[in-house]
């Protein structure tokens, strides 16, 4: 199905068309309809499906053909992070570029005028508000936010929100808005408490389920098998032996982030790190250095794996085994997209081992496991049902590198 096929205004067509848009995705196919014709929705959306444009497009839509209250924010998105912020605002300054719809991102970690530019935007009103729970909450604390004119309200990645223990925020969000609104919510998955959450804030909602729960066809996947010592100068060999367009190393920690950034430079391979330590406008920075190829290896938490759109990742690495399936899935989906192939490496320490097997069992089959060369010594067998030692590795000597051939 083609967006023309939609009967959208002229203008956010030239937007669709600008953007690079053409045919619309199974997530828009099924949403943009309901959306349009005023209905609650419910929808199960992975990364990669288009969700985002799934909501944005009937929204602005909505905005430029219906007579509106501009002293207030019409519509409401909220999101778990900061980057998923920036990035539907980039999306949406681009669908809505020959329109007159307004939209602000309303994050923390900004300066003085970043403050002063939202205080304006939320007071004054404006036509879509992305924002993250904490600092919007904390606008709206301060008495100035105009909702009485708003008309929609999004929760995009609203498993991830609870996750990281937003509920409450989102409720007292959502207790300062108008009762009478459209909801759309929008989840990789659908626990309990999502469904909870749904009856909570939606109206005889449309349910839509577009889930992604195996990873792409074209990313090979491997295992290393290792033990914890073993992994940075594995990681070493490995970005030394191969040349990939671009790689993203995920830890679970900033701690490892900072440790194997270091390790890296030491090394003179182009990486930068990104994580919550890191002020704001320097983790712009280091992503647009990453999306424009002037540092070609990235080492990033968790922050990353949702939500941000880099075509020409050549490899995913996990340092560290993701939490769960779902995680899995969201990480090395960065790599293989827009019809490329890429590579997904994970490293299994011993106490990581039993949590890979599950994530196998969620992939129904299991990631090939690939040898630890020679030169690291000895490596664990993989065995994810015996019981562990605490601490679940060995202090193996970590051994010297001998290859020294530059990432290009």
Known sequence: MKFKDFSFDNRLLEGIEASGYDEATPVQEQVIPLVLAGKDVIASAQTGTGKTAAFLLPLINNIISSP???????????????????????????????????SIAVYGGGDGNAFVQEKKALSAGADVVICTPGKMLAHINMGYVKFQGLKYLILDEADRMLDMGFYDDIMRIIHALPQK?????????????????????????????????????????????????????????????????????????????????????????????????????????????????????????DILSRGIDIDNIGMVLNYDVPHDGEDYVHRIGRTARAAAEGTAITFVSEREQRKFATIEKLLGKPVPKVAVPEQFGEAPAYNPNASRPSGGQRNTPRPQNSQRRTTR
């Open 68 to 102: 509106l209250n501009h002293q207030s924010i019409t519509a409401l998105v909220i999101v778990p992070t900061r980057e998923l912020a920036i990035q539907i605002a980039q999306h949406m300054e681009g669908l809505s570029y020959f329109t007159s719809v307004s």
């Open 181 to 301: 609104r459209q909801n759309l919510l929008f989840s990789a998955t659908m626990p309990h408490k999502i469904r909870e959450l749904a009856r909570t804030i939606l109206h005889q909602p449309a349910e839509i389920s577009i889930s992604i729960s195996k990873p792409n066809e074209k990313i090979t996947q491997l295992a290393y098998v290792v033990y914890e010592t073993q992994k940075i100068p594995l990681v070493k060999y490995i970005l030394h032996q191969k040349n990939f367009s671009s790689v993203l190393i995920f830890c679970s920690s900033k701690l490892s982030v900072k440790q194997l950034t270091r390790d890296l430079k030491r090394t003179n391979l182009p990486v930068d790190e990104i994580h919550s330590d890191l002020e704001q406008d320097k983790r712009e920075e280091v992503l647009m250095h990453f999306k424009s190829g002037r540092i070609q290896i990235l080492v990033a938490t």
